[in-house]
């Protein structure tokens, strides 16, 4: 879904010289990927870059414009985090978790409609890729800190 989403945005001129930059080690599917890489015609245009040491992470984070997170099937999702700590916008898929973790610090798209929502889509992951001013990171230190999460984790126990 996410490679269909960047090759219509890559067909505006405007967005024409963006480059999907895809982190980390091949997975499951990454024959499917390569192969949807070629069919879209985005050789070019998209770059896989395997695994990234921890230490350059941040590096892409504050060089990217957003991040694109449709995953399917998730237990969390630290990307998005990551993303957001580094106040850069970031775009998911519109499921469960993502709105419990997320909020509405992240925009979402229903990935399951892609092909009769993609011009709607496009627009979004625009926006996404044009918000001013993200200042996600306090939030993200605030929520994720250990503090945070034991006081979260006594409140369930006190609830049983």
Known sequence: ASLILFADLIKRPEYSHYKYLIAGKKGWYYKKIFKAVKELGLTGSV???GYVA???IADLYLHAKCLL??????GFGIPPV???YFNRPVL???IPVFHEIYG?????INCSKM???LKKYTGELIRTINKKDIRSREIIERKFNSGYQVR???ELIRKM
């Open 92 to 94: 998911v898929n519109d």
């Open 82 to 84: 990551e993303a957001l």
């Open 47 to 49: 770059v896989f870059l």
């Open 54 to 56: 921890d230490r350059y």
């Open 152 to 154: 979260k984790f006594l």
């Open 115 to 117: 092909n009769e929502n």
């Open 69 to 74: 997170f449709l995953s399917h099937y998730e």
């Open 104 to 108: 509405n610090l992240a925009s979402y």
